[in-house]
């Protein structure tokens, strides 16, 4: 069967490669059938490699938040005690300012720091500030305790308490910007609070 040029139209022999009239490489049906493979696989191979980065991209970023969070998270856990300590003077709720406190200590200062002491110190409050009175804050600098310092609060903590199990494995010293406010008058003062991870937790020591 007589084939021709694709071309030009010539006529071709079986074994000729390219056209003896236009100088056309000559393609066969099994050479076009191939590289049509060949592009498809090749198209196959990059949409494949496109979801692959697309996948392992999203693996990364998500990877990333997840590690600020926690960093951000455990980074932040020593302001825990500090909101109690504020919210439970503001809300005048003593279980939560005890939060504030290493559970040892709790016991010892329930009778205290009750809610009869946090309204006569809300009361202190309103004759100096005025009704509605709002306490806001704002952590300002933070120091780290030296080893020296962390071992002096837990052997009084011991002496005070009788209790040889308390282990204090970091702390800091922190400064807080706190705002009173109220009807008739508005106040910021900076106070220093001793804040320790004591026995895994951090709590605040006044």
């Known amino acids: 069967m007589s084939k021709f040029c694709e071309h030009?139209?010539?006529e071709l022999k079986d074994n000729d490669k390219v056209?003896?009239?236009c100088g056309a490489a000559v393609e066969g049906k099994a050479a076009k059938k191939d590289v049509k493979?060949?592009?498809a696989n090749t198209e196959k191979v990059e949409k494949s490699n496109v979801k692959t980065i697309a996948i392992v991209g999203g693996i990364i970023v998500a990877a990333i938040i997840v590690i600020v969070v926690i960093f951000s998270l455990i980074g932040g856990a020593y302001k825990t005690?500090?909101?109690n300590y504020f919210?439970?003077?503001q809300k005048t709720n003593a279980k939560t300012y005890l939060k504030a406190y290493p559970e040892?200590?709790?016991?010892?200062l329930e009778d205290t720091y009750d809610e009869e002491f946090l309204e006569k110190r809300k009361e202190s409050l309103e004759k100096t500030y005025g009704d509605n009175v709002k306490l806001s804050y704002k952590v300002?600098?933070?120091i780290k305790m030296t080893?020296?310092?962390?071992?002096?609060?837990?052997?009084e903590l011991k002496e005070d308490y009788d209790d040889e199990k308390i282990k204090i494995s970091s702390g800091y010293k922190v400064c807080v910007k706190l705002t009173v406010k109220g009807s008739d008058e508005k106040e910021t003062n900076f106070m220093t609070l001793d804040v320790l991870k004591i026995n895994g937790k951090w709590s605040v020591i006044d």
């Open 19 to 21: 056209c003896p009239n």
């Open 87 to 89: 919210n439970g003077v």
């Open 81 to 83: 005690p500090i909101k």
């Open 8 to 10: 030009c139209g010539s």
């Open 147 to 155: 080893k020296d310092e962390l071992d002096k609060v837990k052997d």
């Open 140 to 142: 300002v600098d933070k």
């Open 104 to 108: 040892f200590m709790r016991e010892n």
């Open 37 to 39: 493979n060949a592009n």
